[in-house]
């Protein structure tokens, strides 16, 4: 399933951030990436400060922000009539893996239940 960005990934913190922790974020990333601060190129830092100030000023504004919150739903509201469901980033990742694991340990259940496996030398004492 295709993933997206939004700006609240760009600056790392949850969707339902108060104005604070919007700004409290915007300022370390805005510090981390500072062009004379940034470990990689210059270019690279200016790239992702751009990134970071966009992000901050549709957040910080309530009509912007708005206005995000309703293409990330709509995106959502998409996916959910293609694939039915909504597993965006990690977390989607995750659940499906675990769901993958859970079936492969019924799997691995079943086939002990119907054959006998061998005891292993080191384990009959």
Request: charged share 30%; hydrophobic share 35%.
């Amino acid at each position: 399933m295709p993933e997206f960005r939004t700006h609240y990934d760009n600056l790392k913190i949850r969707r339902n951030a108060s104005n604070a922790t919007i700004r409290a974020a915007y300022k370390a990333l805005m510090q981390k990436y500072h062009p004379d601060k940034f470990d990689g190129s210059v270019q690279e830092a200016l790239r992702i400060t751009k990134i970071i100030q966009h992000s901050y000023e549709i957040l910080i504004h309530f009509d912007k922000r708005a206005k995000h919150d309703r293409w990330i739903s709509e995106l959502e509201a998409k996916f959910r009539q293609k694939y039915g469901s909504t597993e965006f980033g990690i977390v989607g990742k995750i659940q499906r893996n675990i769901l993958i694991i859970k079936y492969m340990i019924r799997i691995s259940t079943a086939r002990r239940s119907c054959i006998e496996l061998p005891r292993m030398r080191f384990l009959q004492k």
